[in-house]
């Protein structure tokens, strides 16, 4: 049984620099420095970096994509939509993972699961360019059972469990949710699935999450950069893994 993973999202990071710098985003004097950031990931024990490539390109910029694709020393799991545009991007860069998200221009950041279910023709071909050029490819979806088979039956190696539901509500309601996300890990597991998580995942919440049996890997972004601001990057990546060191998958 292997150790809990924690891919590290560094959007709101590159959220910060276009705050200042949208204009001229790899100038002399943007910063933060998105390379950077990742280095400081890795180097404090994350096994992957995150970075959400949108089609209204709020945060990542395709530069970053090629930047990073050639300085992550762990692996850079790409999250898209299910664009043309985006995919050839992918195609270029070679991502070791694409984990495919649903977009809308006017959300804070990606709200719901995709919906493999009402998406399954549209998708199918993008998974299928995705995996015949070596990238393994996860869909983010509700932790219900209907998605998980639709996953599963467009042959994605992995899902993604989205635990914003969970994360946004409390008492009973998140006991109810936290039942789902365990019901649809070990579908998903017995369907040969490899079961990732993440949105909303935190410092406080993280205990909970961590009864979700045959969990691979958390991806966290908001949680950790918050947490940075006080502490420093370092420190906020290795406080969640000491976090999540408890982890018994079974």
């Given at each position: 049984m292997g150790t809990l993973k924690l891919g590290v999202n560094i959007d709101h990071i590159a959220t910060l620099r276009q705050a200042r710098y949208s204009g001229a985003p790899h100038g002399l004097l943007a910063e933060p420095n998105l390379v950077s950031a990742a280095a400081v990931c890795e180097r404090a024990g994350a096994e992957g970096i995150t970075i959400h490539l949108r089609a209204d390109r709020r945060h990542i910029q395709d530069?970053?994509?090629?930047?990073?694709?050639?300085?992550?020393?762990?692996?850079?799991?790409?999250?898209?939509?299910?664009?043309?545009?985006?995919?050839?991007?992918?195609?270029?860069?070679?991502?070791?993972?694409?984990?495919?998200?649903?977009?809308?221009?006017?959300?804070?950041?990606?709200?719901?699961?995709?919906?493999?279910?009402?998406?399954?023709?549209?998708?199918?071909?993008?998974?299928?360019?995705?995996?015949?050029?070596?990238?393994?490819?996860?869909?983010?979806?509700?932790?219900?059972?209907?998605?998980?088979?639709?996953?599963?039956?467009?042959?994605?190696?992995?899902?993604?469990?989205?635990?914003?539901?969970?994360?946004?509500?409390?008492?009973?309601?998140?006991?109810?949710?936290?039942a789902r996300l365990r019901a649809a890990a070990i579908h998903g597991h017995e369907l040969g699935l490899l079961i990732n998580a993440g949105h909303g995942i935190n410092y406080q919440n993280i205990a909970k999450i961590l009864t979700v049996p045959h969990l691979e890997e958390l991806n966290i972004g908001h949680s950790i950069v918050s947490r940075a601001i006080f502490t420093g990057l370092d420190a906020a990546v290795r406080e969640m893994l000491a976090a999540m060191s408890s982890y018994r998958s079974e």
């Open positions: 530069a970053d994509a090629t930047r990073l694709r050639e300085s992550i020393n762990t692996k850079m799991n790409l999250e898209m939509g299910n664009t043309l545009e985006i995919l050839e991007i992918a195609l270029r860069i070679l991502p070791e993972d694409v984990c495919l998200v649903p977009e809308n221009r006017r959300e804070i950041t990606t709200e719901g699961g995709l919906d493999a279910v009402a998406q399954s023709k549209a998708l199918q071909p993008t998974i299928k360019r995705l995996q015949a050029a070596g990238i393994r490819v996860s869909l983010f979806i509700e932790p219900s059972p209907e998605q998980i088979d639709a996953a599963h039956k467009l042959g994605a190696e992995a899902v993604e469990l989205h635990t914003g539901a969970f994360s946004n509500a409390e008492g009973r309601g998140q006991e109810e949710e936290l």
